[in-house]
């Protein structure tokens, strides 16, 4: 099986649409490799965000904050970015990529278009849920996961507003042509996420979110304590909720 490419349509519309959820459409090969993993799932904990989010900021303090999780990689062609990066993703050539996917061995592949790069989720790395709680976080990759993997829990990170999240990216890359160019597609994917929830939850697709709207510690010792009780808020912030009212508007539609 080759790879599907998605150039053409953003990936978390493609992996969001509702009509996708109402279709058995999952690779069998992906089924077989997730069976053995399936008594298991509850160990998995997954979060989706787009750039700018904090899905990598969270992932740290928690781990901090309980050592005895531990860290699901992403799989991807993207070069690593700095030297400790190795410990987030799982970086290899397009040529190995291609070779362990066409095996069935990297599961929910897809091609990011604003970068050109594939990602995806290694079954060897999926394994080490089998030892105990584990975080994953991604994009697109992770609602066909939750799919394969239904007792697992995925959750939507976000900010209180728009301008939170252009600011941490800013901060974080400088006011930059791309890092511009970035913010505004953050705020499209997280507007395609967002209104798209209630099908998403519905569906069991997502669990529910996490706000990103304290420190980094206060909002990793919550989502923990969320973790154990399996309790989600489903309500976006308010002024998140206007700043997507907005931005639809000038689409001229009211969904996505």
């Not at 970068?115 to 030892?131: C, V």
């Not at 980094?216 to 997507?244: E, F, H, Y």
Request: aromatic share 6%.
């Amino acid at each position: 099986m080759h790879m599907k490419e998605m150039e053409s349509i953003p990936s978390l519309w493609y992996q969001s649409d509702p009509r996708r959820l109402d279709q058995t459409n999952i690779p069998l090969g992906w089924v077989r490799e997730v069976v053995p993993l399936r008594a298991y799932a509850q160990n998995l904990f997954a979060i989706v965000g787009t750039s700018g989010c904090g899905r990598d900021t969270l992932i740290d303090a928690m781990m901090v904050l309980s050592p005895t999780l531990a860290r699901v990689r992403r799989t991807t062609t993207r070069p690593s970015r700095y030297p400790n990066e190795s410990v987030r993703i799982l970086s290899l050539s397009e040529s190995s990529f291609t070779a362990i996917q066409q095996n069935q061995k990297i599961l929910c592949p897809y091609r990011y278009p604003p970068n050109g790069k594939w990602y995806g989720i290694s079954q060897d790395e999926l394994k080490i849920i089998k030892q105990g709680p584990a975080i994953l976080e991604g994009t697109a990759e992770i609602l066909p996961l939750k799919m394969l993997l239904p007792e697992s829990t995925a959750v939507i990170i976000v900010p209180r507003s728009f301008n939170q999240l252009e600011q941490q990216l800013i901060g974080r890359d400088g006011e930059t042509a791309e890092t511009l160019k970035r913010v505004e597609r953050s705020k499209r994917e997280l507007t395609i996420l967002l209104t798209r929830l209630p099908r998403l939850i519905e569906t069991n697709a997502i669990n529910g979110i996490v706000i990103n709207d304290d420190t980094p510690a206060n909002v990793g010792s919550r989502t923990l304590m969320q973790m154990q009780g399996n309790m989600w808020p489903t309500a976006i912030p308010q002024k998140l909720q206007t700043d997507i009212t907005d931005y639809l508007s000038q689409w001229n539609c009211t969904s996505v």
